[in-house]
């Protein structure tokens, strides 16, 4: 656009100091000492207009002649980058397929000239992680850090996650916190850090850690609850004494203490230190606020002085729910224990023709064994033992948790 006004603004002047010059044609005159020219006004114009013209053409020419070396430089830049895209494409396209070598090869070879030589480099490790060449795989990870160390988060993350998938889990423990130390509060640094810990089997960690995840939602209610039970029923088995388990459940927050899992732990460890009153006390009082299965049994294996209490409670939530075979088999063991036994044949004869359970069946041969009726005890355990049997092969069938695998 600015060549076409240039152009027009010429031709204009021209036209004009034509029209002028077939007027009052005119002559300039140039004297230097001795020596004059007498030229025409319009041959006058044209020989200066074309030696501005010409000035200006060898100006540019000058110009782009000492553009030229990093013109050159940034075209061969545009050209290598460019390269490097189609390379990091297909290298993370050979990634996808499986074909690990092949992408390692395009992948390092992308990030040499790369704009983001570290997703080229993180991609390599991955794919070097694949060969099971840890070595390559570390190196990898390390150039990474080094162009750009502003992502050490990131790669730190990238590099524990390998190594976890590498069985590497002492190195992969040590990646994880010193990354913790950049970054205290990152939420996917906490769910690795809990899911190595109890891979580890590091109960006293993990219990630390409770709190923090509950509270940055790192992990879902589901997962936080086994990293719960996990954790603090290791540390009650381990109570050597009975106010030691006490301070030990005292010290847990109100979410984990109404943990129907974790009660019942703490009602084994009372029951394990001679406590079975205050066991029955707690397990009573959670099944009165919230009803579980599983706690009802346990409430059934109890072992007290006076079962009568027990009994009596358990009777009462029976006439609410009379076909519950988990809470007739309870209250049939707790009349067992008491000597009611024509009541506790009664209630787990019941509870097994409801749904039979390996703790209903055990029960009910105990019972036939302390009546001295041995052929009654046999047939039960035999039923028992085909009943497990069939669960264990019924579980052997399902098909596997892909999370598990």
Known sequence: MKFLLSLFAVLLVTALVANLAMDEPGYVLLSYGNTSLELPLIDFIVILLGVILTSYLLIRFLAGLRKTPSGLKKYRQNQQLSRSRKQLLQGLIQLAEGNWEKAEKQLVESSRNSELPVL????????????????????YLRMASRADPGTEVAIGLAQAELQIRGHQYEEALATLRHIEQKAPRHRFVKKLLARLYYRLRDWENLGKMIPTLEKLKAVPDEELQKFEVAAHKEQLARANNLEAAR??????????????????????????????????L?????????????????????????????????????????????????LGRLSAHAGLWGKARSLLTESISIQ?????????????????????????????FKLMLDLFSCRDSEPPNPDQT
């Open 120 to 139: 080229g480099y993180l991609a390599a490790a991955h794919a070097a992680q694949r060969q099971k060449a840890l070595d390559r795989r570390d190196d």
């Open 247 to 280: 301070q030990l459940w005292r010290a847990l927050g109100k979410h984990a203490r109404n943990n129907p899992r974790l009660l019942r732990e703490y009602a084994s460890a009372l029951v394990r230190l001679g406590a079975s009153e205050e066991a029955e």
């Open 282 to 330: 707690l397990i009573r009082k959670s099944l009165n606020r919230q009803w579980d299965d599983a706690l009802m049994e346990a409430y059934g294996a109890l072992r007290l002085d006076n079962p009568q209490l027990a009994i009596n409670q358990a009777s009462a939530w029976l006439e609410k729910d009379p076909k519950n075979p988990v809470l007739l088999a309870a």
């Open 356 to 384: 039979p359970t390996p703790h209903a069946y055990k029960a009910l041969a105990e019972l036939h064994e302390h009546l001295d009726e041995p052929e009654e005890a046999k047939a039960v355990c035999e039923a028992g």
